[in-house]
């Protein structure tokens, strides 16, 4: 039994893990605690919000006030941490944004969760969700291992890493019960059209330039959604406390390919013609400090826990495209207002 607090809940990666612990586990009780930035979206959480043991709060991970008097109230076992600002461009154009929530955020729950057991850890867990880009960047070879050695080098991953340090710290200095998981790129329904693969799609279905980095030769390691979350699921109930896993999807492809294989699908299934969407290719300026390659070894994963990605690249981009295709609505509502001043900002300078 576990009463959790789960952050970020209305975001990606969030609306995913709560929509699966909702639904799995009708003895818990969920409760998400999320801001609503642009990336949060209620929408996201319609299937699910009616379920007696979920609730929704409006609230900021840095408010300690507000975290206090949820923890005295809610009496939380557990929290499952992830909410962040999680964009790397932006990260790039305004860093306090990400120091403030993902640094002083995770260090607020994490003092929450300490006055709020109190050295009584039985049956406590601060789960901590990060990302591969802690590591830095690989080369053309090797792969990041639990044992890589840090080396941030966007605001967004110095954020990350960060975080990862003080949920280790608590670890070590006041026994917290914490568990961390690295995960690699995500794909999947509901991911807000501002990274990689939703932007294509949406650009695609609207005959808009589909914008490259560079020369489009960076490698991301990308992992269907909802493996992400039942791995998270795995290492909240079976992980060892203090212990860190990563997670990815043995699935790497040059960001070049990746649209154009994004192109093949959704040519096929727009019905037009074999090539069109291809001719929408745009390379503009790189992206400052971009990280070459990331490529996860899941192998501690895999051997202590049995988890493995259940889905081919080519089914998942398939399933994605579908869903994105069915819920242009959805597209239309995240694509207005903030979005998109900050998609003319981003893309005019380049
Ligand atoms: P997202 O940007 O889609 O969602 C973030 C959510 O956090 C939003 O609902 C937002 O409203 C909420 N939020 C932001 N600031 C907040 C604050 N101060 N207080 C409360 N809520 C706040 O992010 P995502 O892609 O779903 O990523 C979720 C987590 O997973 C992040 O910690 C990210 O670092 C990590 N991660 C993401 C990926 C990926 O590919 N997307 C991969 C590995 C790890
Ligand atoms: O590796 C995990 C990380 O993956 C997560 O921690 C981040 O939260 C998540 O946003 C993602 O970061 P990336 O920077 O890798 O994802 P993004 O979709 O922004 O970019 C993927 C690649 O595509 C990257 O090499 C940059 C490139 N790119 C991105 C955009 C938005 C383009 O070439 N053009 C674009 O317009």
Redesign the pocket.
Known sequence: MHTILLTGGAGFIGSHLTRLFVRKYPNYTIVNLDKLTYAGNLENLRDIENEPNYRFIKGDITDLGLLRNLFSTHKFTAVLHCA?E????RSITDPLAFINTNVLGTASLLQAAKEAWAGDYENKIFYHIS???VYGTLGETGFFTEDTAYDPRSP??AS?ASSDHIVRAFYHTYKMPVKISN????YGPYHFP????P?CIHNIINNKPL????K?E?V??WLFVEDHVRAIDVIFHNGKIGETYNIGGHNEWT?INLVKELCRQMDDKLGRAKGSSEKLITY?TD?AG??LR?AIDASKLKNELGWMPSLQFEEGISKTIDWYLANTEWLTHVTSGEYQHYYTEQ?HKR
């Open positions: 962040a999680s964009h790397v461009d990302t591969d880009e967004y991953s990350k995960c690699s790129n995500n501002e990274k990689l693969i932007l914008p490259i980095y560079g489009g960076n991301r390691d960001n503009v992206r971009h990280d990331y893309y």
